[in-house]
């Protein structure tokens, strides 16, 4: 069974950094690109980043570029988000997920994490 | 505001058909047949329901189909039951940006 289970979430202020984590079990995890969505507080969906399988080509959305890091360890099946300089706007629900094989699947996920919550705020 | 468009919220009755839209432009939805669909019930994860434009993965309902015209995807449930009542999100490729795009979500109510 897939699962992906992220920690690291959490209260944070203003200018602060974070680092979150996605465990990875039930598939060859470095077969797979991932990516880091987030949804802030009864908001929509945000892409806010990705990676290959293997960490060759990382990509950001705008509003986090230069302030985070994806990264992965495929020797440990994991996925991070490095957040630094965090902002009120970044407060959010950030979800680890699986994009799909094929072309056409760095375009979908297929398989999500269940969540970790991040609060920026003094 | 998102780059898709998507209705702020539809509704049906049980059994019922009803069709979200997804307008976007010929240089995401239009142009590529990389649209997504996603289910998203209140404090859960989103779930994938249809993948490039039409097709659903292993598991998901055959009362879920998606489809495209021009600029705009469409996600139709068939049948509806009150387990349909959730937001649902289009997703999209788009040349715009190095990352795919989401609509601003769709809230269903099944009454």
């Known amino acids: ?122 | 505001q998102s780059a898709l468009t998507q209705p702020a919220s539809v509704s049906g009755s049980p059994g019922q058909s009803i069709t979200i839209s997804c307008t976007g432009t010929s240089s995401d939805v239009g142009g590529y047949n990389y649209v997504s669909w996603y289910q998203q019930h209140p404090r859960k994860a989103p779930k994938l329901m249809i993948y490039d434009v039409s097709n659903r993965p292993s598991g998901v309902s055959n009362r879920f189909s998606g489809s495209k015209s021009g600029n705009t995807a469409s996600l139709t449930i068939s049948g509806l039951q009150a387990e349909d009542e959730a937001d649902y999100y289009c997703s999209s490729y788009t040349t715009s940006s190095t990352l795919p795009v989401f609509g601003g979500g769709t809230k269903l109510t099944v009454l």
């Not at chain 1, 202020?13 to 984590?21: D, F, V």
């Open chain 1, 1 to 122: 069974e897939v699962q992906l289970v992220e920690s690291g979430g959490g209260l944070v202020q203003p200018g602060g950094s974070l680092r979150l984590s996605c465990a990875a079990s039930g598939f060859t995890f470095s077969n797979y690109a991932m990516h880091w969505v987030r949804q802030a507080p009864g908001k929509g969906l945000e892409y806010v980043s990705a990676i290959s399988s293997n960490e060759n080509i990382t990509y950001y959305a705008n509003s986090v570029k230069g302030r985070f890091t994806i990264s992965r360890d495929n020797s440990k099946n994991m996925l991070y988000l490095q957040m630094v300089s965090l902002r009120t706007e970044d407060m959010a629900v950030y979800y680890c997920a699986r994009a799909g094989v094929g072309g056409s699947g760095w375009y979908r996920n297929d398989y999500w994490g269940q969540g970790t919550l991040v609060t920026v705020s003094s």
